[in-house]
């Protein structure tokens, strides 16, 4: 494997080499920096590898949604290579009507603690009509390029070694198709390209004024629906907070124990890291597509079912004051 890996950047770099000097050119030069690392790169090297790309692909195609959340999310703060800024602003025009946006930005105001811009753009997140995390981006992008090149031949040992890492042993030989697939959802997981959920726990922590308490329960709600299941957990955890005393808080409730549930059986989804469960994740989102898996295999969760957890238990039973 590790032969087939150097085999592997030596075509991506030929590969990269024959592209015009495009957008996209910078963009694969971006996502495939990690994959092109078997030559020893430094990993400070890479990471400068990947924010200039990424910054020429933003000023080559700045209308483009997909390479500015990457931007936005994958340029380090105070970066000359990129920026992170002007990236997040291009996105707030972009993809004006999903919560997610407004949340990262809500959470890099709070961490300069500018509360009147976290309250503002709080306010816009409860107004979006949608969560979509974008978390699968990268992967994406990286699989279109990985199947739109030839790759090197592999060994046997090859192939079985990379179904090994993705959890599909015994399964058949991989295609090229199914190959790529699995080579970017592993290269590329993109859990780093999420917000952090610790600015909206502290700023939504009640007793809250009106307007707070009023888009901090919008926002939650968003993420409730939201399309990976982190988000919906902590998005109902919040409604769960917010409405004790309330006739809704029962509803909650009992949503958390459904969404528990889930991230609880979506630790052991079969084929993790297989190129159905990917692309059916990518096409889907994470949470429908383990909704769609589960009834399409009969799977429910058993009555009564809570988690293991006393404190988690006790939340869902009693209540955040129980």
Same mark, same amino acid.
């Given at each position: 494997?590790?032969?087939?890996?150097?085999?592997?950047?030596?075509? *991506? @770099?030929?590969? !990269? &080499?024959?592209? +015009?000097?495009?957008?996209? =050119?910078?963009? %694969?030069?971006?996502?495939?920096?990690?994959?092109?690392?078997?030559?020893?790169?430094?990993?400070?090297?890479?990471?400068?590898?990947?924010?200039?790309?990424?910054?020429?692909?933003?000023?080559?195609?700045?209308?483009?949604?997909?390479?500015?959340?990457?931007?936005?999310?994958?340029?380090?703060?105070?970066?000359?290579?990129?920026?992170?800024?002007?990236?997040?602003?291009?996105?707030?025009?972009?993809?004006?009507?999903?919560?997610?946006?407004?949340?990262?930005?809500?959470?890099?105001?709070?961490?300069?603690?500018?509360?009147?811009?976290?309250?503002?753009?709080?306010?816009?997140?409860?107004?979006?009509?949608?969560?979509?995390?974008?978390?699968?981006?990268?992967?994406?992008? *990286? @699989?279109?390029? !990985? &199947?739109?090149? +030839?790759?090197?031949?592999? =060994?046997?040992? %090859?192939?079985?070694?990379?179904?090994?890492?993705?959890?599909?042993?015994?399964?058949?030989?991989?295609?090229?198709?199914?190959?790529?697939?699995?080579?970017?959802?592993?290269?590329?997981?993109?859990?780093?390209?999420?917000?952090?959920?610790?600015?909206?726990?502290?700023?939504?922590?009640?007793?809250?004024?009106?307007?707070?308490?009023?888009?901090?329960?919008?926002?939650?709600?968003?993420?409730?629906?939201?399309?990976?299941?982190?988000?919906?957990?902590?998005?109902?955890?919040?409604?769960?907070?917010?409405?004790?005393?309330?006739?809704?808080?029962?509803?909650?409730?009992?949503?958390?124990?459904?969404?528990?549930?889930?991230?609880?059986?979506?630790?052991?989804?079969?084929?993790?890291?297989?190129?159905?469960?990917?692309?059916?994740?990518?096409?889907?989102?994470?949470?429908?597509?383990?909704?769609?898996?589960?009834?399409?295999?009969?799977?429910?969760?058993?009555?009564?079912?809570?988690?293991?957890?006393?404190?988690?238990?006790?939340?869902?039973?009693?209540?955040?004051?129980?």
């Amino acid at each position: 494997m590790k032969q087939w890996n150097a085999e592997l950047g030596e075509a *991506l @770099a030929k590969w !990269l &080499a024959a592209r +015009p000097d495009d957008a996209e =050119s910078a963009l %694969a030069a971006g996502l495939m920096a990690p994959l092109l690392a078997a030559d020893g790169t430094a990993p400070e090297d890479i990471s400068d590898r990947v924010a200039a790309a990424l910054g020429e692909a933003g000023r080559l195609r700045p209308d483009d949604p997909g390479i500015a959340w990457l931007e936005a999310m994958r340029c380090p703060p105070g970066s000359t290579l990129c920026d992170r800024t002007s990236a997040l602003q291009r996105l707030m025009r972009l993809d004006a009507d999903n919560a997610e946006v407004w949340m990262v930005a809500a959470e890099r105001a709070y961490q300069d603690g500018d509360m009147a811009a976290f309250d503002e753009y709080l306010h816009l997140a409860a107004q979006a009509s949608h969560y979509d995390s974008r978390y699968d981006t990268g992967a994406k992008l *990286l @699989a279109d390029l !990985l &199947a739109s090149m +030839p790759l090197p031949p592999r =060994s046997p040992q %090859a192939d079985r070694t990379l179904r090994n890492i993705a959890d599909l042993d015994g399964s058949p030989a991989l295609s090229d198709a199914d190959f790529s697939t699995v080579l970017a959802s592993l290269h590329d997981p993109g859990v780093g390209d999420l917000p952090s959920f610790s600015p909206l726990t502290r700023a939504c922590r009640p007793p809250l004024p009106v307007s707070r308490r009023r888009d901090c329960m919008g926002t939650s709600t968003r993420m409730a629906e939201a399309d990976i299941l982190l988000a919906r957990v902590m998005g109902v955890y919040q409604m769960v907070v917010l409405t004790v005393g309330t006739p809704a808080n029962r509803y909650w409730r009992e949503r958390l124990r459904q969404e528990k549930w889930l991230l609880s059986v979506g630790a052991r989804f079969p084929g993790q890291k297989g190129p159905d469960r990917a692309r059916a994740v990518w096409q889907l989102g994470e949470a429908p597509a383990l909704q769609a898996w589960l009834k399409a295999n009969d799977h429910a969760m058993p009555p009564g079912w809570l988690p293991d957890d006393p404190r988690q238990r006790d939340l869902i039973t009693l209540g955040p004051s129980g």
